[in-house]
């Protein structure tokens, strides 16, 4: 099978799709990506790159084909700036880059923004291909819920895009159950099916790398890895870091950048917190290090509707290692955690009851969180296996490639 995978984010920005792409090209199937500049989290092309002019590179083996975009910067104009250079770049160069190319199917990995596969249908009518969209955020919830759109005509404008979108693909993935319903409102008689994300794991025998990052010369350090961002409600930690600044063994490590890193920095010096640690952002391969050295792993959201309808992809990766989980968020991440008996879970943004969960988990015998780990690692195995997720991945494609065959005949 031949297979176009179309996101904004790729490699060197870290995102699971990174992982999902090398494990299809490990399984036979060729795979080609189209992607933008790497600019996220921090807003600015990486070292390396220009915003400007088309690309091609390799990935392990994959062909990247990079349309030109504006880094996303700080800011809602420039984020929107971002998304609307990238659908724009697709419309207009992708067909040109990928010129004389057969795809049996294109493969849609969407983040904010949905609106990204708006270029994908475009390339699915040239190639007279299907096109399959991996919902990860509800557009537009995701939209009010961190402040970028407020406005109700204009929410509305983009639902009627959304609803589009959804209408013009052939299959569409969501990565919790709680979307199904919204988004099958929207997509009409487009199939709408679960499939969750995974984590990627280190192959056996395969020695991992030597990782120097600060923070974890303590007795309990407190890992959170990804986007510092609003999304995140990263007050709530700043918050629980003040209540356990009596803790001398408990620390907080926040690994990874966004857009409100800079200014937790800020608090932390203001407050003078030496339990928060900045080490900023590691490669991917890094990560499984990293979260084997923690004693707890932390995963946050803000306190919105959509968020409670959304599972974090780090949840996955934090089950995969074995460490027990603090979950601090609502609805569809915090079940899934107390589901497994993974770790502890509090409402989410109440930073009181998330310091009060840190000191308790510390207080607990090194047995216990031991147990919390096994559990959450025997529900990823049972769950969100990377291998058993990427086989059927490869039968959803296959399927689909035959019934837009069908059709077509």
């Not at 996101?7 to 992607?35: C, D, H, M």
């Not at 770049?89 to 049996?104: E, I, K, T």
């Amino acid at each position: 099978m031949k297979l176009l995978v179309l996101s904004q984010y790729f490699w060197p920005e870290n995102f699971r799709i990174n992982e999902l792409v090398t494990a299809l090209n490990a399984k036979g199937v060729e795979v080609e990506v189209l992607t933008g500049k790497p600019n996220y989290p921090a807003g600015t092309v990486f070292a390396g790159y220009r915003a400007c002019g088309c690309t091609r590179e390799l990935f392990q083996g994959v062909s990247l084909h990079r349309v030109p975009l504006m880094p996303r910067g700080r800011g809602g104009l420039r984020l929107a700036l971002n998304y609307v250079s990238f659908i724009l770049s697709g419309l207009v160069f992708a067909p040109w880059l990928l010129r004389g190319r057969h795809f049996d199917a294109i493969f849609v990995f969407a983040p904010s923004p949905v609106l990204q596969a708006i270029p994908a249908i475009w390339l699915g009518w040239l190639k007279k291909c299907p096109v399959l969209l991996w919902v990860q955020d509800l557009w537009p919830e995701s939209l009010s819920a961190t402040g970028h759109v407020t406005h109700p005509g204009a929410l509305k404008a983009v639902e009627h895009v959304v609803r589009w979108i959804y209408r013009k693909v052939d299959l569409l993935l969501v990565q919790s159950r709680a979307f199904m319903h919204r988004v099958q409102v929207l997509a009409a008689d487009t199939p709408v099916v679960y499939y969750p994300n995974s984590f990627l794991e280190d192959e056996p025998g395969v020695a991992r790398p030597d990782v120097d990052c600060p923070g974890f010369d303590c007795g309990f350090p407190v890992l959170f890895s990804g986007n510092l961002g609003t999304a995140q409600a990263v007050d709530v930690v700043l918050e629980a870091a003040t209540l356990l600044s009596d803790e001398p063994d408990i620390r907080f490590v926040m690994v990874g950048d966004g857009s409100r890193r800079d200014w937790m920095m800020q608090q932390a010096a203001a407050r003078g917190l030496g339990n928060l640690v900045f080490p900023g952002r590691f490669p991917v391969e890094a990560m499984p290090v990293l979260m084997g050295r923690a004693a707890a792993l932390l995963v946050t959201l803000a306190d919105t509707e959509i968020f409670r309808l959304t599972i974090p992809s780090k949840v996955q990766a934090y089950m995969a290692s074995g460490r027990p989980i603090v979950a601090c968020l609502n609805g569809a991440g915090a079940e899934v955690v107390d589901e497994a008996g993974a770790g502890v879970t509090v409402p989410a943004e109440d930073g009181a009851a998330l310091a009060r969960a840190i000191r308790a988990l510390h207080a607990q015998p090194e047995a216990a969180r031991a147990a919390m780990g096994a559990r959450g690692r025997r529900y990823y195995e049972e769950h969100f296996s990377h291998e058993k997720l990427v086989d059927e991945l490869i039968a959803r494609l296959d399927q689909c490639v035959h019934r837009y065959r069908g059709h077509e005949a």
